[in-house]
């Protein structure tokens, strides 16, 4: 019973990122609005995703979400193609703010809205779900992942050659 609760948590979190199952499940969540942390104004996910797109999950007070983003910060300078979206989690508009700053993001920051935690297995972070160009998960990373580790990642994935 609890593989079966933890399967069905996993479904809801891929239908409401919007990805394609091979059920055939609709992606029609990503066009809903979504509060985001950098300009105060709202998005959705398809706006912000391009060819990929990698959603990092942070809270205020998480120091190795810190250390997470300082490695996306510095990959992506050598790879455009992994297009990171900070989102927060467990917290609030206040700290995830003063996090970003104590990060000096430069990212898209989104908040994670409640079905997307819902759809988590666990809330522990820093996690990194990769997104593919067809909205496929193609990696679910929980825990601070290093840079060479990452890369390997993305280029297995073709995101970043």
Same mark, same amino acid.
């Given at each position: ?18 990805? !394609? ?32 797109? !990698?959603?990092?999950?942070?809270? &205020? ?22 297009? &990171? ?29 409640? &079905? ?9 972070? &820093? ?35």
């Amino acid at each position: 019973m609890r593989g079966l609760i933890g399967h069905f948590k996993l479904v809801r979190l891929v239908v409401w990122i919007g990805l !394609t199952l091979s059920s055939g499940l609709s992606y029609g969540f990503v066009e809903l609005p979504l509060k985001r942390l950098d300009s105060q104004t709202y998005s959705s996910l398809q706006a912000l995703h391009r060819s990929a797109m !990698t959603l990092s999950f942070f809270t &205020p007070e998480c120091s190795w979400c810190k250390k997470q983003h300082r490695v996306l910060k510095e990959l992506s300078i050598v790879c455009r193609g992994i297009n &990171p979206v900070m989102v927060g989690i467990n917290g609030n508009d206040s700290g995830y703010k003063r996090a970003l700053r104590r990060m000096s993001n430069e990212f898209p920051a989104i908040i994670a809205p409640k &079905p997307l935690q819902a759809g988590l297995e666990n809330n522990h972070v &820093p996690r990194i779900i990769v997104v593919g160009a067809d909205w496929q998960v193609v990696a679910n990373l929980v825990g601070y992942v290093d840079k060479a580790s990452l890369m390997v990642t993305f280029q297995q994935e073709g995101i970043c050659a």
